[in-house]
C-alpha cells in the first residue's frame, strides 16, 4: 500500500513540475507580421470643440508647399486647403503666432496661395521634425507659447513628428483632424491613433475639427 501511494505520489509531483515548467517556458507566439490581418481597427475617437486664448496659442502649417501638396502625389493634402485657410483667417483675427514650414528643395513662394504666408509670419525649413535644425522651439519659447495648432501634410512625417516633438516639450497639441493629409487613409488614421496613445503625447493632445475651434477664447 505504501509502494503505491509512493507512486502516485511521485506522478503527482512530476506532473505539477511539468506543468510549472510549461508555464515558465518562454511563449514563441507569432509576430505582428504574421498576424497582420487579424488587427482589429480602435473604435475612432471623439472629436472636441477646443477654446483657446490667443495668447499663448500657435498655428503651424507644415510643408504646403506645391512639392508635396498637389493632386498627383497628395491630393487629400489639396482638398484640405479650403479648411485650413477658414482655420488660418480665424487664426489671423486673432493675432496669434503663425508659424510656416515648407521641404527643403522649395520656398515660401510654392505654399499654396490660399494658406501664403504674410511679412511677420515665421517659417522655418527642415526635413518631418521641424524642431529638428531649426529655431522652432525659440520661437515657441520666446512667445511663450503653451497651446499649437498643428494642421500640415504628411500626417506621418511632418504632423506626427512635429506633434510629438511639441508635446514631449510640455506643449498641448490641438490636431484638427480635416487640417492633416496624407497620401492614403492608413497614416492619417495611424497619425490619430499615435498621438492619443503613445507614452507622454498623449496626455497633450486632442483632436478636433477646424470648424470646432475657438481662439481667443478664456
Not at 504674410?118 to 511663450?144: A, H, M, W, Y
Not at 497639441?173 to 507622454?200: C, F, K, M
Request: overall charge positive; aromatic content about 4%; glycine content about 6%.
Amino acid at each position: 500500500m505504501k509502494k503505491i501511494f509512493f507512486v502516485k505520489r511521485s506522478v503527482l509531483l512530476l506532473s505539477a513540475l511539468s506543468l510549472c515548467l510549461v508555464l515558465a517556458a518562454p511563449v514563441s507566439g507569432a509576430t505582428i507580421i504574421d498576424e497582420w490581418g487579424m488587427v482589429v481597427t480602435p473604435a475612432a475617437p471623439q472629436l472636441k470643440e477646443v477654446k483657446l486664448p490667443a495668447e499663448g496659442t500657435a498655428l503651424l502649417l507644415l510643408d504646403f508647399n506645391k512639392q508635396v501638396c498637389n493632386n498627383e502625389q497628395r491630393p487629400r493634402c489639396v482638398s484640405s486647403i479650403p479648411a485650413v485657410s477658414r482655420l488660418l483667417g480665424e487664426a489671423r483675427k486673432a493675432n496669434i503666432l503663425i508659424v510656416y514650414s515648407h521641404t527643403t528643395g522649395s520656398s515660401p513662394q510654392d505654399i499654396a496661395p490660399a494658406l501664403a504666408p504674410r511679412p511677420g509670419d515665421q517659417i522655418v525649413i527642415s526635413g518631418p521634425d521641424k524642431f529638428l535644425g531649426t529655431d522652432l522651439e525659440k520661437i515657441l519659447k520666446d512667445r511663450n507659447i503653451k497651446t499649437v495648432i498643428v494642421t500640415g501634410t504628411s500626417a506621418h512625417g511632418a504632423v506626427i513628428c512635429t506633434a510629438s516633438g511639441a508635446a514631449l516639450r510640455g506643449i498641448k497639441v490641438v490636431i484638427p483632424v480635416d487640417g492633416i493629409s496624407a497620401d492614403s487613409l492608413y497614416p492619417e488614421q495611424y497619425t490619430v491613433w499615435h498621438l492619443l496613445n503613445a507614452p507622454r503625447v498623449s496626455t497633450m493632445s486632442m483632436v478636433t475639427k477646424t470648424d470646432m475651434v475657438r481662439i481667443g477664447t478664456k
